[in-house]
């Protein structure tokens, strides 16, 4: 699965990466370590950092 981070992050390495069928993230820093999450609660994360 691929993951993508934020076109706003630059080069600098210190950024959350989000599996492309947003059921997970994780720190670009530990790439071995996901956090999976709910499908809706990454949708959620997204809106409200969106604003």
């Keep these: 699965m691929e993951w993508r981070k934020s076109s706003r992050s630059g080069n600098a390495g ?6 492309q069928d947003l059921s997970a993230v994780r720190d670009s820093k530990h790439p071995a370590a996901p956090l999976p999450l709910p499908r809706s609660a990454v949708q959620q994360l997204i809106a409200r950092v969106s604003r």
């Design 14 to 19: 210190n950024c959350v990466e989000l599996r």
